[in-house]
């Protein structure tokens, strides 16, 4: 079992940032690949950046190419994700996942944190 919990969520302006990050516990954690989904108001989950294991190789949801920056600290069990240039549709809750390969189908879940960016 892998246990992840975010944080740095909040409420931001348009053109803005935010970093999240997802601390995890239980199996290594760099047995992993990781990553963030998100959910909006009546909406589906949608699949935003993953990364593998080793940090070398990552991807990215087109409406994020760009923007965002997803990475990882195996030594502090943590990913992150850099959300820069932020804008209104970014808004949900976003959640960290873990697979034990890519692409992510989440077979390990955080608990979400909600990120509002204002216009």
């Known amino acids: 079992q892998v246990h992840l919990v975010e944080s740095g969520g909040g409420l931001a302006q348009a053109g803005g940032s935010l970093r999240l990050s997802c601390v995890a516990s239980?199996?290594?954690?760099?047995?992993?690949?990781m990553g963030w989904f998100r959910q909006a108001p009546g909406k589906d989950r949608e699949f935003v950046a993953g990364?593998?294991?080793?940090?070398?190789?990552?991807y990215y949801s087109d409406s994020v190419k760009g923007r965002f920056n997803i990475s990882r600290d195996n030594i502090k069990s943590t990913g992150y994700l850099q959300m820069n240039s932020l804008e209104p549709e970014d808004t949900a809750v976003y959640y960290c996942?873990?697979?034990?390969?890519?692409?992510?189908?989440?077979?390990?879940w955080g608990q979400g944190t909600q990120v509002t960016v204002s216009a």
């Open positions: 996942a873990a697979d034990r390969e890519l692409p992510l189908k989440g077979e390990f």
């Open positions: 990364i593998n294991w080793s940090g070398t190789y990552s």
């Open positions: 239980g199996r290594t954690f760099s047995n992993y690949a």
